[in-house]
């Protein structure tokens, strides 16, 4: 089944312990991203990839990093979280050239 | 960042209604998507757009590529309580990113 991935779903951490979100995809696709959702603001992008080593901020990206050394993996990284960084996340993916972008489940993350 | 005007923010109609949303920009589209959000879930991809007038179904969903490529609409006829949740827009323009609406939550009381 073509689909995106993400782990954990939930997670409660500590201000300034360092965490990883990992997000995989099945279909070969070439762009991925990550996006934040908070209420009344919509989705947000925070990191996208156009290809593996090749990444690049969106509009959110302070606080956050990202690595893309194999094509169907895409981890966000917080070194530091601060809870502004409470949200509820997801990764995406599509082919590039095209528009349609395919969603994962969310991860939502509390910072206490 | 930019972002699509959504409208309208929410609505709670009875089941059997039909529904209408849509959003606006002030900068031209070469794509425009609809997606619904269920609760605890990602957005899912609905329906795709990609010429400017064209008019997509899928299923009991109708969307419209506005003719001035500023605009969108999404059309749900005679609403099942299923279709609660966030429905969101997005468009294209062409360089790589996609821009999202605010959200529609819809509500259906049966």
């Known amino acids: 089944e073509a689909q995106v991935t993400q782990n954990p779903r939930y997670l409660i951490t500590v201000t300034g312990k360092k965490l990883t979100v990992t997000c995989s995809q099945n279909m070969n696709h070439e762009y991925m991203s990550w996006y934040r959702q908070d209420p009344g603001l919509g989705l947000r992008q925070i990191y996208y990839?156009?290809?593996?080593?090749?990444?690049d901020k969106g509009d959110v990206p302070e606080g956050y990093k990202v690595s893309r050394k194999e094509k169907r993996n895409f981890p966000l990284i917080l070194e530091s979280p601060s809870p502004n960084q409470t949200s509820l996340y997801f990764c995406?993916?599509?082919?590039?050239?095209?528009?349609?972008?395919?969603f994962g489940p969310g991860t939502r993350l509390t910072v206490t | 960042g930019q972002q699509l005007n959504q409208s309208p923010q929410s609505m709670f109609i009875q089941e059997g209604e039909d529904v209408s949303m849509n959003c606006t920009s002030s900068s031209i589209f070469n794509t425009w998507l609809w997606y619904k959000q269920d609760p605890g879930e990602g957005p899912v991809l609905l329906i795709a757009l990609y010429k400017a007038g064209e008019l997509t179904s899928n299923g009991r969903l109708t969307a419209q590529f506005g003719i001035t490529r500023k605009d969108s609409f999404l059309n749900i006829s005679a609403s099942i309580p299923s279709d609660v949740g966030i429905y969101f827009c997005?468009?294209?323009?062409?360089?790589?990113?996609?821009?999202f609406g605010t959200g529609t939550r819809l509500l259906v009381s049966p």
């Open positions: 997005a468009g294209n323009t062409g360089f790589q990113k996609l821009v």
């Open positions: 995406a993916s599509r082919t590039q050239g095209l528009t349609e972008q395919y």
């Open positions: 990839s156009m290809n593996v080593e090749v990444t």
